[in-house]
């Protein structure tokens, strides 16, 4: 007899690391966290999170290290309430052994980022629990 699980709604990082368990083994999962200053009252719900994440990856030219390493970066994004960006987005962290495959794989996020603004689909009523989010890009070596 199959059990239906309820629904539940979690906070921010915890539903965005629910939705990812199917990203591909040895992966490194991508991440949305609200920032610690302030725990929001409110959440996104998992298809709002996962809309959000759709919508940039169909925004990002996925590039891949000429070295067929994993590549991964970082991006702070903060928004207006009407889902436009509060500044330009900030790489907080990327890796790459190369520095200039990194400076490439950080400014492919950014403009991904960009591409995609405004995020207008974002539920303004919510706007506590998405004005600042820390997003992981991640791109796997290419197949052989």
Avoid: H
């Avoid at 966290?33 to 996925?62: G, H, M, S, Y």
């Avoid at 390493?69 to 970082?74: D, F, G, K, N, Q």
């Amino acid at each position: 007899m199959k059990i239906a699980s309820p629904k539940i709604a979690l906070p921010l990082s915890a539903a965005l690391a629910a939705m990812l368990l199917a990203i591909p083994a040895g992966a490194q999962a991508p991440m949305v966290r609200v920032q610690p200053f302030q725990k929001p009252a409110v959440v996104l719900t998992p298809d709002e999170i996962a809309a959000f994440r759709t919508r940039i990856f169909n925004c990002w030219a996925r590039p891949y290290a000429p070295t067929g390493e994993a590549l991964s970066a970082v991006v702070l994004i903060r928004f207006k309430p009407d889902g436009g960006l509060d500044g330009a987005p900030k790489v907080t962290e990327v890796s790459a052994k190369d520095p200039t495959v990194a400076k490439m794989f950080a400014d492919s996020a950014v403009r991904a980022v960009s591409r995609c603004a405004p995020f207008s689909q974002l539920p303004a009523e919510k706007y506590s629990a998405w004005r600042e989010i820390e997003f992981r890009f991640v791109s796997d070596p290419p197949p052989r």
